[in-house]
């Protein structure tokens, strides 16, 4: 006989025995894994230094930092210009897009007119080899807005007149990936600072998934901020801001390098000219917002500071007003600390090192909600949000001191986990050396007793060659069981069967045991059940039994 057949009868015996015996695979089941004891030693056998030694985190990409905005607009529109408006009026500057782009600008005079701007009214702005797209977007804090329908540019009232289109969005690459649907839905709504809003909560927006493509209809600042935040749930990072203007980049280095300021009753305005020239940066005053707590260009800022950052020396300073500032537009604007407050964000977060599970994301977004601006979030009467479009990728909408408030917040987490012993609790550890006594039909029984170590971490059985291995196996006779009478072909009765039983009694570590039924299962069933009838093992006709 040959070493294969001789290898091979051992296991079909056991499959046949196994079924003879079971009938049915609850039986199996519950014969196996509800006999089986769990008795745990007290101590573990790997040595405690080597327990407490934390498991490498997932290294987590640095790359991309954001999505770029201009990645979302019409190329046109993407074009670097060079131009300063001064009190220029609307009309003028609606002829200069024209000539820029090419697209037909047309002004919606009956709509800006609801808001108290007609073609005559005064535009103040510039651009500094900057994306055209920007102009366009800071006409919002002169209450205007813009859509792009085909070839025409319409400059219309922003709120009086929100103009709300379909765009579908494919999204099988993300569900593909176990992104869960209803998940990257909630997430697309609630981490999007819509002023639309959405059909769910009384808004106009509204959201539908059919197949694998989304259908989605809102106003086109919100259809930007989606496909960005799409674009970085494909692309998670450390964090990657959605929707952000590449000329934040320079301003956000900027703010972190030291300067000096001496300012003594000197206007407001010229402070910020003066730091704004040092810093070599685009810094504005928001006058329309700041003549709402009465703040003008000429308020006498009185300040000194030496060798803090930027940031710092901002925070300070304008604090001393109620003032503070923002991001947006690629400029750095300064604006009511209430303002800024209300102005959010959304980035994406890659958190897989942190929690790869439901469970552990759900403790990581409460932990968060409690250590990070903790009045701020939706949950305690904030308006910043946490979704989870899956374990692992986690999504904020937040001010953007907020933002970067977790992300420190994320990495004192990692370098906490890097510098501690992994506490694992004595029930979970898969290292813990623990008995079981698995019963079952005594010749199955012999079987496996031989075959167990040779199918499973051979190399953790003790044997002659292996004597200082752990794993140890035992047979033991169990009570007989009276199966039941059997009635033969034809209707003649045959006497009760009874069959031997034995406990096969191992000694292993927790995480062996656990793969234990899942070769028992396997004896049972086979990898594949076939299509026709009939109880056979995997692969095998029916009729072989």
Known sequence: MSALVRSTLPTLR???LLMIWLGSSSHFSR???????????????????KVGNPEPLRPIPDEPKSIDAATLVDPKLRQPAKVTFDETSLSEVAAWLQKQTGFNVTLDTRSLDSVGIDPISPVTDKLQDSPIYLLLDRLQRLQIGWRLNGGVLQLHAYKNDMFLHN????????????????????????????????????GDGDMVL???????????????RIAGLLAGLRSPSRRVLVD?????????????????????????????????????IDMRLDRIALRSIKVTERTPVTFELHDQSLRTTLDLMLGQLQLSWILRDGVLWVTPADDAESFLKTAVYDVRDLCPDDGSS??????????????????????????????????????????????????????????????????????????????????????????LPTMLHPDSWKSEKQPTAIGTIRRIRSWSQVTGQKVAKGGTARPPATTSYSILLIEQKRKVHREIPKILQK????????A??????????????
């Open 244 to 280: 952000d203007p590449a000329p934040h980049a320079p301003i956000r280095a900027a703010l972190d390098r030291p300067t000096n300021v001496s300012f003594k009753a000197k206007p407001l305005a010229a402070a910020m000219d003066e730091m704004a020239k040092t810093a070599a």
């Open 210 to 224: 059919l197949g694998d493509v989304l259908f989605i209809r809102q106003d086109g600042r919100t259809h930007r």
């Open 31 to 49: 014969s196996l894994a509800q006999d089986a004891k769990d008795t745990a030693k007290p101590t573990a056998v790997v040595p405690p230094a």
């Open 532 to 545: 026709f009838g009939g109880g056979g093992m995997g692969g095998m006709d029916g009729g072989f039994f």
């Open 14 to 16: 056991v499959a046949v």
């Open 523 to 530: 004896i049972e069933h086979g990898d594949e059940v076939p």
């Open 362 to 451: 759900s403790a990581l977004s409460d932990a968060i909600q409690r250590q990070a601006a903790a009045r701020s979030w939706q949950d305690n009467g904030g308006i910043g949000s946490i979704e989870f479009a899956k374990p692992g990728v986690m999504v904020v909408m937040q001010t953007e001191r907020g933002l970067d408030s977790i992300q420190g917040l994320l990495e004192n987490y990692r370098i906490a986990l890097r510098n501690s012993k992994r506490r694992v609790s004595p029930n979970e550890d898969p290292e813990v050396v623990t008995t079981k006594y698995y019963r079952m039909p005594t010749e199955v029984a012999e079987d496996l007793e031989e075959l």
């Open 167 to 202: 765009v579908q969005y494919n999204v099988g690459d993300l569900l593909d990936q176990q992104f869960d649907s209803m998940a990257l839905q909630e997430t697309l709504q609630r981490c999007n600072d819509s002023e639309t809003g959405w059909s769910d909560d009384g």
